[in-house]
C-alpha cells in the first residue's frame, strides 16, 4: 500500500455505489468502517429522536462526528495490533461537506479535529452515477442533491489536503479491483 496511513476513505454522494464497494471488500477479508450517518439514523429512528437528516441537523452531525471518531480511533488500534487497512464509508470530513451542504456552520473543534485526525493521504470518491442512484428510507436526496454531495465531499476532502481520485463507473468486482491496484493490496 502506497502511503503511510492504513485508513482509506471511499466518499462521495448518496447513492454512488459506495457501500456496495465496501460490503465486497469485507467479503474479501478487509477490515471495513460502515457508514456513520445511516447508524445515526436507524438509531434515532428506532428511539424517536430528532439526530436526523430532516429533524436535527447540527446534532445528527454531531452524532455522525463522535461514530467516526470512535471508527478511526477502532481502526488505528487494529493496525498495530494486527497490520493492514481498513477501508472507511466515509470519514469524518464528510461531516464538515454535510454541514456545509446544509448552510451550517462547522464547529471550531470539529475543524481542528478534521485536520488533526487523519486518513490515509489518497480517498476515494464515488462520483455521482445517475444510471444506479436510487433512493431508500434513509437516503431521501434527489439525483440533483446526491451529485451536489459528490461535488462537495470532493472540495471538503481536497481543502483539508487530501488527493480524490474517482473510482471508476464500472462494476463492483471492477471497482474492488482498481482499489487493490491503486493501493499495492
Same mark, same amino acid.
Given at each position: 500500500?502506497?502511503?503511510?496511513?492504513?485508513?482509506?476513505?471511499?466518499?462521495?454522494?448518496?447513492?454512488?455505489?459506495?457501500?456496495?464497494?465496501?460490503?465486497?471488500?469485507?467479503?474479501?477479508?478487509?477490515?471495513?468502517?460502515?457508514?456513520?450517518?445511516?447508524?445515526?439514523?436507524?438509531?434515532?429512528?428506532?428511539?424517536?429522536?430528532?439526530?436526523?437528516?430532516?429533524?436535527?441537523?447540527?446534532?445528527?452531525?454531531?452524532?455522525?462526528?463522535?461514530?467516526?471518531?470512535? =471508527?478511526? +480511533?477502532? #481502526? $488505528? %488500534?487494529?493496525?498495530?495490533?494486527?497490520? /493492514?487497512?481498513?477501508?472507511?464509508?466515509?470519514? &469524518? @470530513?464528510?461531516?464538515?461537506?454535510?454541514?456545509?451542504?446544509?448552510?451550517?456552520?462547522?464547529?471550531?473543534?470539529?475543524?481542528?479535529?478534521?485536520?488533526?485526525?487523519?486518513?490515509?493521504?489518497?480517498?476515494?470518491?464515488?462520483?455521482?452515477?445517475?444510471?444506479?442512484?436510487?433512493?431508500?428510507?434513509?437516503?431521501?436526496?434527489?439525483?440533483?442533491? =446526491?451529485? +451536489?454531495? #459528490? $461535488? %462537495?465531499?470532493?472540495?471538503?476532502?481536497? /481543502?483539508?489536503?487530501?488527493?480524490?481520485?474517482? &473510482? @471508476?463507473?464500472?462494476?463492483?468486482?471492477?471497482?474492488?479491483?482498481?482499489?487493490?491496484?491503486?493501493?499495492?493490496?
Amino acid at each position: 500500500m502506497t502511503g503511510p496511513n492504513p485508513s482509506i476513505v471511499l466518499t462521495g454522494g448518496p447513492g454512488g455505489g459506495k457501500t456496495s464497494v465496501i460490503e465486497a471488500l469485507a467479503e474479501a477479508g478487509f477490515r471495513t468502517a460502515p457508514e456513520s450517518g445511516r447508524a445515526v439514523i436507524r438509531r434515532e429512528v428506532a428511539r424517536g429522536g430528532s439526530a436526523l437528516p430532516w429533524g436535527d441537523r447540527a446534532a445528527f452531525a454531531e452524532a455522525m462526528a463522535a461514530l467516526d471518531e470512535a =471508527a478511526h +480511533e477502532a #481502526a $488505528r %488500534v487494529a493496525a498495530q495490533a494486527a497490520g /493492514g487497512v481498513t477501508f472507511f464509508d466515509r470519514g &469524518l @470530513p464528510d461531516v464538515l461537506g454535510y454541514l456545509a451542504l446544509c448552510g451550517l456552520p462547522v464547529p471550531d473543534g470539529l475543524q481542528r479535529t478534521a485536520r488533526h485526525l487523519r486518513y490515509h493521504g489518497e480517498v476515494f470518491l464515488a462520483p455521482f452515477w445517475p444510471d444506479i442512484y436510487t433512493g431508500d428510507a434513509e437516503r431521501r436526496q434527489d439525483a440533483r442533491e =446526491a451529485a +451536489e454531495t #459528490a $461535488r %462537495v465531499m470532493r472540495l471538503t476532502y481536497e /481543502g483539508l489536503g487530501y488527493a480524490v481520485t474517482d &473510482l @471508476p463507473l464500472a462494476p463492483v468486482a471492477a471497482r474492488v479491483r482498481f482499489l487493490r491496484e491503486r493501493l499495492g493490496l
